[in-house]
């Protein structure tokens, strides 16, 4: 079966740095993408992997190994706004989408 | 500005009363598709549509029926709704499933059945 797996819940501090994983077995991959969830909002689209590496955005960077399974996703600079879900996903060889459960982010001050 | 719409975004009705959730987006989308959201669950895909007058199942299509009669609409109808419905919905579009296609959510419709 396809599988993603991210932490339930993590907490960090303000003004912290603090990474989110995600390891995924799925049949094929087409590229991996970072969601982050407000809590009762819509997702909105943080970043997209299909090449190993990282993706630096801003505070916000995302790292992939494809040869691992695994991503994470890297906030700096944590501020309080950054409180929400952060949804993992990857295309599979159907170029379908597989979620992960996501991972609920506390900061605290 | 670019939009998924959906309606409405919060109902509470009875178990077996048909109901149908629109969505509508501006972005000339070809794939739009349903996801249901329930705690520590994830998003779980219902129903998708690569295309008008093109659906397939998703993952938990049971008890869910939807219709792409025009590119911009994708309308999820609960014919007879049951209390495991509740949940919060989202219709989402983007302009394929290919590599980097950006998905775009509507705000969400939070359904309770009773």
């Known amino acids: 079966g396809q599988n993603i797996d991210q932490p339930t819940e993590m907490t960090a501090t303000e003004g912290a740095i603090v990474q989110i994983n995600c390891t995924y077995q799925t049949s094929g991959f087409n590229g991996l993408f970072w969601y982050q969830q407000h809590a009762g909002e819509a997702p909105t689209f943080l970043s997209y992997n299909v090449l190993d590496g990282l993706e630096e955005k801003g505070r916000f960077s995302s790292f992939l190994s494809r040869s691992k399974g695994y991503s994470y996703l890297l906030l700096k600079e944590l501020q309080m706004k950054d409180s929400a879900s952060y949804l993992c996903a990857v295309i599979d060889s159907n170029y379908q989408l597989i979620w992960g459960a996501g991972t609920k982010l506390i900061i605290k001050p | 500005e670019a939009q998924v ?110």
């Open chain 2, 5 to 114: 719409t959906q309606n409405p975004r919060y109902l509470i009705t009875v178990t077996g009363k048909k109901l149908t959730v629109t969505c509508s987006q501006n972005m000339n989308h070809e794939y739009m598709s349903w996801y249901r959201q329930d705690p520590g669950l994830g998003l779980r895909q219902i129903y998708y549509s690569m295309n008008v007058e093109v659906t397939d199942k998703g993952d938990v299509p049971e008890g869910y029926k939807v219709s792409r009669k025009e590119k911009r609409n994708f309308p999820l109808i609960l014919e007879s709704p049951s209390p495991n419905q509740t949940s919060l919905y989202f219709c989402a579009s983007s302009t394929g499933t290919g590599a980097g296609n950006t998905i775009y959510f509507g705000e969400g419709s939070w359904l309770t059945v009773v």
